[in-house]
């Protein structure tokens, strides 16, 4: 059984169509949640941490929220240069970061 | 610039070949991953160290996959003998802290075992 679901596979924009992506989890004790931007032929870029329900980051266009069960990615008015893949990852006590299998988002313009 | 710095960046061999991919972590930090990535199972993780010291390599295949530490400033991951099923990008990471603090990538090893 997965332990870190996203939503959608793929996601396709027109330039300043906000819209959110979904990361879901069933871990138990969980130490962090990450989001990590890939670009294509690149490695996972680090983008935030979330450690408790409540918790909100921003990074320019970007916005995570997370909740006991969740996490959501909002992007408000995006823009070409944010086409990627956008992954989540979890972590529980002594263990390394668990990966989704990643949302691939194209922003046309 | 701090960052992972990963060789070779691509890697084509046969089946039955020794592959040896090398990491250097951002200095200072205490903690490395090796990460496979494919299409169909995203990111994996097969091995991660503390201090040098192996914590868990339980996503390694043990009869040929091996990781060490030489000394804190490389990593590397060998596979004896290589398989096609083998093919995938490779990806080393660090981080300060333990595991419940952000790792950061390099920029990966292409392998292709044919």
């Known amino acids: 059984e997965d332990q870190v679901t996203q939503s959608p596979e793929a996601l396709r924009l027109q330039e300043g169509e906000s819209s959110s992506l979904n990361c879901s989890y069933t871990?138990?004790?969980?130490?962090?949640l990450f989001w990590y931007r890939q670009d294509p032929g690149k490695g996972p870029e680090f983008l935030f941490t979330?450690?408790?329900a409540g918790e909100e980051k921003e990074k320019e266009r970007l916005k995570a929220t997370l909740t006991k069960k969740e996490s959501f990615l909002h992007i408000t008015a995006p823009k070409p240069e944010d086409s990627a893949t956008y992954l989540c990852?979890?972590?529980?006590?002594?263990?390394?970061?668990?990966f989704g299998k990643g949302t691939t988002l194209s922003v046309s313009s | 610039d701090a960052r992972v710095t990963q060789t070779p960046r691509d890697k084509v061999t046969e089946m039955g070949q020794e592959v040896t991919m090398r990491c250097q972590p951002i200095?200072?930090?205490?903690?490395v991953f090796w990460y496979r990535q494919t299409m169909m199972q995203g990111l994996e993780l097969l091995a991660y160290?503390?201090?040098?010291?192996?914590?868990?390599d339980s996503g390694m295949p043990k009869d040929r996959f091996s990781a060490e530490m030489p000394d804190a400033t490389l990593a590397t991951l060998k596979i004896q003998p290589s398989e096609p099923r083998d093919s995938a990008v490779y990806f080393c990471?660090?981080?300060?802290?333990?595991?419940?603090?952000?790792?950061?990538f390099g920029q990966g090893t292409r392998l292709t075992v044919v």
């Open positions: 990471a660090s981080g300060l802290g333990g595991t419940s603090t952000e790792a950061f």
């Open positions: 871990v138990s004790g969980l130490r962090g």
């Open positions: 979330l450690y408790s």
């Open positions: 990852a979890v972590n529980q006590a002594g263990t390394a970061l668990i």
């Open positions: 200095l200072g930090h205490n903690t």
């Open positions: 160290f503390r201090n040098r010291a192996p914590l868990d």
